[in-house]
T-cell receptor, first 113, second 114 residues
Framework: DAGITQSPRHKVTETGTPVTLRCHQTENHRYMYWYRQDPGHGLRLIHYSYGVKDTDKGEVSDGYSVSRSKTEDFLLTLESATSSQTSVYFCATQLQGANYGYTFGSGTRLTVV | AQTVTQSQPEMSVQEAETVTLSCTYD???????LFWYKQPPSRQMILVIRQEAYKQQNATENRFSVNFQKAAKSFSLKISDSQLGDTAMYFCAFMKVYGQNFVFGPGTRLSVLP
């Protein structure tokens, strides 16, 4: 979807290094989410944001932190990457009060070696 | 907490045939939304169909329709006249009415064979 851009699209990193994934939206949506996708698990919520500087933990938040300093940007940081964090990461947004589903980014494939 | 189960990890169907993907969920909520998302090899997540639990009528979108059985907590997706472009991973997802985040099932990989 052209309204959400994730960067990078692919990344390979070494165990123990910090990694930041970026999500940028032009939708002006209040809610933003980070999910990870793993075989057999579907998509699982890592963190979400309900406004600038307002964030909360999801189901699998250990080892991850987030920041949202502007409406349009939502950053996901792996402070010290581990092999278990090898995954595909999706950013999504939702207009407040609109239970019509998310708008998804195209995903970032992260490999930790 | 809500859970979503998709009991068929993989399925295949011949082109032009009909296929049904299963989804069951567990919730104590009386009102909620259910969704089917499609993820083709491009990795993009595409909304296929949406159902509001308080509506008894099953949702339809062109070749896609659902069989929503609220009492059984079942939400299956029927794809009619399957096309090669329907080959994808399909995720069932649940959202509370006043919630913001989805709970996804593990997915069903569908292959449409020529």
């Amino acid at each position: 979807d052209a309204g959400i851009t994730q960067s990078p699209r692919h990344k390979v990193t070494e165990t123990g290094t910090p990694v930041t994934l970026r999500c940028h939206q032009t939708e002006n949506h209040r809610y933003m989410y980070w999910y990870r996708q793993d075989p057999g698990h579907g998509l699982r919520l890592i963190h979400y944001s309900y406004g600038v500087k307002d964030t909360d933990k999801g189901e699998v938040s250990d080892g991850y932190s987030v920041s949202r300093s502007k409406t349009e940007d939502f950053l996901l940081t792996l402070e010290s990457a581990t092999s278990s964090q090898t995954s595909v990461y999706f950013c999504a947004t939702q207009l407040q009060g609109a239970n019509y589903g998310y708008t998804f980014g195209s995903g970032t494939r992260l490999t930790v070696v | 907490a809500q859970t979503v189960t998709q009991s068929q990890p993989e399925m295949s169907v011949q082109e032009a045939e009909t296929v049904t993907l299963s989804c069951t969920y567990d919730t104590s909520e009386s009102n909620y939304y259910l969704f089917w998302y499609k993820q083709p090899p491009s990795r993009q997540m595409i909304l296929v169909i949406r159902q509001e639990a308080y509506k008894q009528q099953n949702a339809t979108e062109n070749r896609f329709s659902v069989n929503f059985q609220k009492a059984a907590k079942s939400f299956s997706l029927k794809i009619s006249d399957s096309q090669l472009g329907d080959t994808a991973m399909y995720f069932c997802a649940f959202m509370k009415v006043y919630g913001q985040n989805f709970v996804f099932g593990p997915g069903t990989r569908l292959s449409v064979l020529p």
